[in-house]
């Protein structure tokens, strides 16, 4: 069971660990599926991380249910929902094949991590390109997708200079993670290649793009279909 941490008033944290680690992110998302399948009355947001989950809820709904304070009602209410959760159990998730065009002008740090991995660039595409990566959480900035499942070849520490502005669609490795950049941020990830997908559009519903708990595979694509893309992208 998770350690409870109040965050406010009305916002409490619920930790399983402190690492990254594939298994404990499933235990968190499939708390979150659970809590959201029982639809508790009075939750505004549920917000999974790596390790933890962060719960909103209207103070006002849990102080009026019994004589107990409303973290002790969200308490009650919640202990049996997680006790009867596995991460094991199926849980409805998607996969998407998001394009990107490695290296050039949209990956310029592609040739330094090829060559301190002792890759060609060829087999760093393939490598970077074969797993099923899954959005651990969304943060740094919205819409901002942190993906488990990075080959161990390809794991490095951040960049020693980092950049003032990356451009929106970048798509960077960082230490054990992946992830793509939301829109035209700061960053020290390495650049391998950009997407012409737009994540986040605050006009859009739902805003971001990719949600936790997705499937995520990365496909090659050229500068040419690329562009094309990018021009046909409303």
């Not at 849990?62 to 002790?72: E, K, L, Q």
């Not at 996969?95 to 060559?115: S, T």
């Not at 901002?144 to 951040?158: E, K, S």
Request: neutral net charge.
């Amino acid at each position: 069971m998770p350690q409870w941490e109040t965050m406010g008033e009305s916002a409490v944290l619920l930790r399983w660990g402190q690492t990254l680690d594939a298994a404990l992110n499933a235990t968190v998302h499939a708390a979150a599926h659970a809590l959201r399948r029982a639809a508790l009355p009075g939750i505004e947001d549920i917000a999974p991380a790596y390790a933890s989950l962060l719960l909103r809820f209207d103070l006002d709904v849990w102080s009026a249910r019994g004589t107990r304070d409303a973290f002790g009602a969200l308490h009650e209410a919640v202990d049996p929902l997680l006790a009867a959760t596995s991460a094991s159990a199926t849980l409805p998730s998607r996969e998407l094949c998001v394009p990107v065009c490695y290296g050039g002008e949209h990956g310029p740090d592609l040739a330094e991590v090829a060559r301190r991995a002792k890759l060609s660039q060829q087999a760093l595409i393939a490598l970077h390109c074969a797993p099923l990566y899954r959005v651990a959480m969304l943060g740094f900035a919205p819409g901002f997708p942190y993906l488990l499942g990075l080959d161990a070849a390809l794991q490095m520490p951040r960049r020693a200079q980092p950049r003032v502005s990356v451009p929106a669609g970048s798509v960077a490795i960082g230490g054990a993670q992946t992830g793509i950049y939301p829109g035209a941020l700061p960053g020290g990830w390495h650049l391998l290649g950009r997407t012409p997908w737009r994540l986040f559009d605050a006009a859009r519903e739902p805003a971001c793009l990719l949600q936790p708990g997705d499937g995520v595979r990365f496909t090659s694509i050229s500068a040419e279909e690329f562009s094309a893309s990018a021009r046909d992208r409303p």
